[in-house]
Structure formats: C-alpha cells, structure tokens
C-alpha cells in the first residue's frame, strides 16, 4: 500500500511546499518581509554562537531601507572581505563584548515574546471574568426566580470561603513580618482602606489582589460595605452590579 494511509480512507499528500513567487498584495510584502528579515537575522546569530563564524548579513527592503546583521559586527567583516584578506583574524576584546551582548538581546527578545503572550493571556482572562454568570446574575437580580437567587447565594457564599482563606493567608503572612504597626500592614496587604481615607491595594499586594469580597469590618475604621469590597479587591466598580435592599 502506497502512501499513508488516513482516518476517510484517502492517502496523505504530506508536507506540501509553498510556491515561492512574488507577493501581490503591498502591505501583505511588507509583512513577510520583516518577518523573513527577522527569521535570517536570527539564523545568523544563532550560527555564529553555535559554530563561531563571523557572519554578515546586508538586505534592502523593496522601497530600498538598508538592513544590516553583523556578528561580531558589519564593518570589518565586509572591509575584510573587500581588501580580499581572508585570513582569519581572533576575535577582539571588543568584538567578543558585541558577541555577548548579542546573546543578550536574544534572550530579551525571547522573554519579550513570552511577556507579550502572557499578557494576551492575562487579558483574555480579565475579559472572561467581566463576562462570569456570577455578575449577569447580580445585574439582573430583579429578574431572578427562587431557584437561581439560591444558586447565585450558593456562588456567593463559595466566594466568600475563599476569600476567607485568602485573608487568611495574607494575616499569617503580616504576622510573620513583625511590622511594627499590624493593623496598618494588614490594611495595605488586604489593599482595602487606609485610616486617612485613601483607598485600593497596595504596591505589594497589587500583584495578587483577593479573588472575591466579603462584607469586613477593621478594628480601627468604619465597617466595610459588600459593595465597596468588590470594587476594592477587584479593582472594578461592580456596585452598580449589586441589588440594594
């Protein structure tokens, strides 16, 4: 039998190659030109960390940019391959600090990309919490029937376990630290209100505010409402989102 073999029963065609030819479209040639550029450049750099070879590399782009990749760097390879001096020369003091920090920029440009992602990831996420049945509940809580003003009181109060646990975490923590004022670092840990009147969370505690509100009442301070916790720990304003008796 010839060819592999595939679920409907025909043969797989395999890996089929793109038809090199001259993109039509202007903005689509711009596109895949910074693309390839940056595909060549990169293949470049990795061949002279891998193998050591001095590598340049100079493009044009189609409305004639110059483009140049260089390790260790353009000009004395391309004056060396012009005077006609092949020779191979050893590599700089100076010329081994570009090496390395071309090796640099590599890696950032790899943790950027990662950054870049995470962040569209992150967004996602938010997007998806905005969009929760838990908050088309409470903003059409006139409209519910018994059965699912039960199911939004169960989701609630699931919540408002966690963010139990949660507070609980960030008091072991606190306590753990020995500040000097508890109360004051329990306040900036929670990111709820501070005793002259400013609200949100702290710069420490920004990074993982608490997932879910509960009505809370401070030792030094007025009683927190249900609904100024959730616009706190979730950097929201969802009151108008809250029925009010």
Not at 52 to 65: D, F, W
Request: net charge positive.
């Amino acid at each position: 039998m010839q060819g592999k073999m595939v679920k409907n029963g025909g043969t797989s065609k395999g890996r089929r190659k793109i038809e090199i030819k001259k993109i039509e479209s202007e903005d689509a040639r711009h596109v895949c030109f910074s693309k390839r550029k940056a595909g060549i450049f990169a293949k470049a750099s990795d061949l002279s960390t891998l193998c050591g070879a001095e590598v340049a590399i100079v493009i044009y782009s189609p409305v004639g940019n110059p483009y140049s990749f260089g390790s260790p760097s353009v000009e004395p390879l391309v004056d060396r391959f012009l005077s006609g001096s092949f020779r191979h020369q050893p590599i700089s003091g100076k010329s081994n600090t570009v090496v390395q920090l071309n090796q640099q920029y590599m890696e950032l440009s790899r943790q950027s990309d990662i950054a870049k992602a995470t962040k569209v990831n992150l967004e996602e996420r938010h997007r998806e919490l905005l969009q929760s049945p838990e908050l088309d509940c409470a903003n059409d809580i006139k409209q519910l029937g018994l059965d699912q003003l039960d199911q939004l009181k169960n989701r609630l109060e699931h919540l408002k376990m966690r963010l139990d646990d949660r507070i609980k975490d960030y008091l072991h923590v606190a306590s753990t630290q020995r500040m000097a004022s508890p109360m004051m670092t329990t306040t900036r840990t929670l990111g709820l209100f501070s005793p002259d009147g400013a609200t949100g969370p702290s710069s420490s505690s920004s990074a993982c505010p608490p997932p879910w509100p509960i009505s809370f009442e401070m030792n030094h301070g007025e009683p927190i409402s249900f609904q100024a916790l959730l616009a706190t720990t979730t950097g929201t304003n969802l009151a108008r989102y809250v029925h009010k008796p």
